[in-house]
């Protein structure tokens, strides 16, 4: 124990969903197997796991570098990936270990449903995301995909179309995009296929954040989830710090006998967690 006495403890719902379990179980067996594995993008949006995993033997490779790879096995992250991933495979003999999460790949079906009946689409996600990009590419990307409300007040839009969302966006959100665009008149079909374990959480963080004088939030930058669940925390704990790694942490932050509540996305590793309360507990 610090000088501080810092009590510290850990929201046992937090850290991997079962999408992101799956892909790293699927990963960690075939690199005990072959010793190596080539993994399309970030396995999961956690800079630390993702070195872990590196060490291993996991090669991270991007859609350029798949080109050119010929007769080897390929990891599909969780986020799923979009039609032409899988017609390169083929043409290069690639075998692919599709660890795409059931979730993403449901929402994949609807979506390419929606427009073979040529309805128009769009997708409430973030741009450039790699969930959103598997998405849009069921529509050969003639989807538009809107991050902000606000893009679409210059948009051109169709009177009527079908409203998706990314599977790890804020269900309160989603609702009020759908409400706001009812409300301008146009005829909205709206899917809701956010991650109710995504959105769960949304609702189960705020008991834990009131908790404590403070909270760490722990999670990747990239990570969009990690983004929803911070400002749920924030809100209803406004002394909520975002960090991404232990060393972040500044002693500067607490005050000796603080409550601290350690939460995280569903891309944070517990074992992450685990070194924060270490280091807090040392403060």
């Known amino acids: 124990m610090g000088e501080y006495n810092l009590k510290v403890s850990i929201d046992q719902d937090s850290g991997f969903c079962f999408g992101v379990v799956y892909a790293i179980d699927m990963a960690e067996e075939i690199l005990a197997e072959d010793g190596y594995l080539y993994c399309l993008g970030d396995i999961v949006h956690n800079d630390e796991e993702v070195e872990r995993l590196k060490a291993k033997g996991l090669r991270i490779i991007e859609h350029e570098q798949l080109k050119d790879l010929h007769n080897e096995k390929v990891l599909i992250r969780a986020h799923g990936e979009a039609p032409e991933t899988y017609r390169l495979a083929l ?27 040529k309805e128009k689409i769009l997708i409430f996600g973030k741009h450039g995301h790699a969930e959103v990009v598997g998405l849009q590419g069921q529509t050969n990307n003639e989807a538009l995909v809107f991050q902000d409300i606000a893009e679409l007040d210059d948009a051109e839009l169709p009177a009527k179309f079908t409203l998706y969302s990314q599977t790890t966006k804020s269900t309160d959100k989603f609702y009020k995009i759908k409400n706001e665009l009812l409300a301008r008149g146009y005829e909205v079909k709206a899917n809701d296929t956010i991650c109710r374990q995504v959105s769960n959480r949304d609702k189960d963080l705020p008991a834990f954040a009131v908790k404590f004088n403070k909270v760490v939030f722990v999670s990747g930058r990239k990570s969009s989830n990690g983004k929803v669940l ?54």
């Open 91 to 117: 043409e290069n003999n690639i075998l692919l270990i599709d660890a795409s999460c059931p979730v993403v790949l449901k929402l994949q079906n609807r979506i390419k449903t929606s427009f073979d009946e």
């Open 230 to 283: 911070f400002e749920v925390c924030k809100r209803h704990n406004p002394d909520t710090y975002f960090i991404s790694s232990p060393e972040e942490l500044d002693k500067a932050m607490f005050a000796p006998g603080d409550t601290i509540g350690i939460a995280g996305a569903t891309s944070t590793p517990m074992w992450l967690m685990e070194q924060v309360k270490a280091t807090l507990e040392q403060f």
